[in-house]
T-cell receptor, first 115, second 115 residues
């Protein structure tokens, strides 16, 4: 049973550049959530995708955008990178219709470093 | 607004000692869910437990136990007879509105178990 996978594992970008991170949900899951985890902090919710649409969004600027494909995989795009965007980006998958009260399955994350 | 506080930034114990990780939460909601997740060095968050606001019964799972007290807004986590494999960062999280709002995480407690 394949768990949540994310790519790449690590990424180094320069300020002002754009980055795309990828996530494949756990087998059988169709909902993907993205979180940003800065060093020494807990994860912060960015947004959630279901049926190829953004269903909920946290307090992040429009530079953060996403997409979900028909196979339920998802991408997180960040434009005009800032130093403060350096973080571990976590993807979590769950089943449709289940609120956040249900368990989410997390991937290992993508470590983004902005220089 | 919902908030989760984990006052212990780092804890170090010797193997076989018992250790308690504290979690204090704030919410005005009456129906909410509390969670504990473990984050090993590999990065992915591993679900440990979910508890709804109407169930104050303490829970034990092997060496793990949880104490939920609404009167003090606390949801503490105890590891009995700690092992080196328990070394990780542990996060407490809260979801309000019957679990329909995204998880809000505390800053985490880094536990180091020394052999």
């Amino acid at each position: 049973d394949a768990g949540v996978t994310q790519s790449p594992t690590h990424l180094i970008k320069t300020r002002g550049q754009q980055v795309t991170l990828r996530c494949s949900p756990k087998s059988g899951h169709d909902t993907v959530s993205w979180y940003q985890q800065a060093l020494g902090q807990g994860p912060q919710f960015i947004f959630q995708y279901y049926e190829e649409e953004e269903r909920q969004r946290g307090n992040f600027p429009d530079r953060f955008s996403g997409h979900q494909f028909p196979n339920y995989s998802s991408e997180l795009n960040v434009n005009a990178l800032l130093l403060g965007d350096s973080a571990l980006y976590l993807c979590a998958s769950s089943l449709a219709g289940q609120p956040f009260s249900y368990e989410q399955y997390f991937g290992p994350g993508t470590r983004l470093t902005v220089t | 607004a919902q908030k989760v506080t984990q006052a212990q930034t780092e804890i170090s114990v010797v193997e076989k000692e018992d250790v308690t990780l504290d979690c204090v939460y704030e919410t005005r909601d009456t129906t909410y869910y509390l969670f504990w997740y473990k984050q090993p060095p590999s990065g992915e968050l591993v679900f440990l437990i979910r508890r709804n606001s109407f169930d104050e019964q303490n829970e034990i799972s092997g060496r793990y136990s949880w104490n939920f007290q609404k009167s003090t807004s606390s949801f503490n986590f105890t590891i009995t007879a700690s092992q080196v494999v328990d070394s990780a960062v542990y996060f407490c999280a809260l979801s309000e509105h019957s679990g329909n709002t995204p998880l809000v995480f505390g800053k985490g407690t880094r536990l180091s178990v020394i052999a």
